[in-house]
């Protein structure tokens, strides 16, 4: 009986200690704060999404969107301004990182005032190119020309080493300009679940820097100027999932960009929806007041959309 128990409490002894190493320590062996490096990185792999069959979607929409980073809600998304803080990163850095590390990049739409993305038989842009999109010089020389040099350019291309590279030293400047982005979303209906679902299918990075050119414009082609590109949004959510958000009011509540996005800590306004026009909201109202009114009137009938659907 005694060689029993003597069994037993090795036993759960083991189990204890087995126990101790799969807790995660707040802090590392070192003594500073754990910030889950590793498994973010091995977790962005295995990145989950909830499966909708084609038959159970019985609505959907297609909503354009404009994340403002001015607006309060948003201030975690454009911090920190400085390009190589060790722990978190803004949302266009972490972009650009991205880039870097080989995500595809779509040309904006050649059609002027169409801010649609375009993805369906359509390359990925070459990566000699999108240097020159990332061009800091507006007087549209690009410095000395060189797309493995240039310092006008935030990201340089070696066509030797196939490498991409971050180059600093226009980035603070041309970050100050870099204060929105649009995104397209779907919202649909799935009967399976009895409920709504929203998801981002793409997202572009908007440059607001000498704004001076857009005025007598008609809005839409304001908008479109201020596009920079285009990238499929499931193509940026692995790295999106490897950056911590800059925590707001409380450090030991992180959440990762990936997070932040899915649980829609973001604040946001509409622009437009696919409609039988192909017109956005800005085309279809005159004066600043109309546009407010016209998007409220989409806010509410999407909010309305669930209670139809259950009532029908």
Not at 12 to 39: K, P, W
């Amino acid at each position: 009986m005694k060689k029993i128990s003597i069994f037993v409490l090795a036993l759960l002894s083991c189990f204890a200690t087995y126990a101790q190493h799969n807790v995660r320590s707040f802090f590392d062996d070192m003594g500073i704060v754990n910030l889950e490096t590793q498994e973010l990185k091995e977790s962005s792999d295995t990145l989950v999404s909830v499966f909708h069959r084609a038959d159970d979607v019985v609505w959907s929409r297609v909503v354009y969107r404009i994340i403002d980073m001015r607006f309060k809600q948003n201030y975690q998304l454009y911090t920190p301004v400085s390009a190589e803080d060790p722990m978190y990163s803004s949302l266009f850095r972490t972009m650009l990182r991205a880039i870097e590390q080989g995500m595809p990049v779509y040309e904006k739409s050649t059609t002027v005032g169409d801010i649609r993305p375009y993805f369906i038989n359509v390359s990925p842009m070459p990566k000699d190119v999108i240097p020159t999109v990332l061009n800091t010089d507006r007087t549209g020389e690009l410095g000395d020309g060189n797309i493995a040099t240039s310092e006008y350019m935030l990201l340089n291309y070696n066509a030797k080493t196939d490498k991409m590279t971050f180059n600093g030293y226009s980035y603070n400047g041309f970050v100050r300009n870099q204060l929105k982005f649009m995104i397209q979303e779907i919202i649909f209906f799935d009967r399976h679940y009895s409920r709504l679902f929203s998801k981002v299918l793409a997202i572009a990075p908007m440059n607001t820097d000498n704004a001076n050119i857009y005025e007598g414009m008609p809005v839409m082609d304001a908008l479109y100027g201020q596009i920079l590109f285009w990238v499929v949004y499931d193509d940026f959510r692995p790295y999106m999932a490897q950056q911590y958000v800059t925590p707001r009011g409380n450090d030991s509540k992180r959440v990762t960009f990936d997070d932040f996005f899915a649980l829609k800590k973001y604040s946001s306004y509409v622009v437009g929806v696919n409609n039988v026009y192909s017109r956005m909201v800005p085309e279809l109202a005159d004066t600043y007041e109309e546009i407010q009114r016209e998007q409220r009137r989409i806010e509410t009938e999407l909010l309305n959309v669930e209670q139809d659907l259950w009532e029908y």
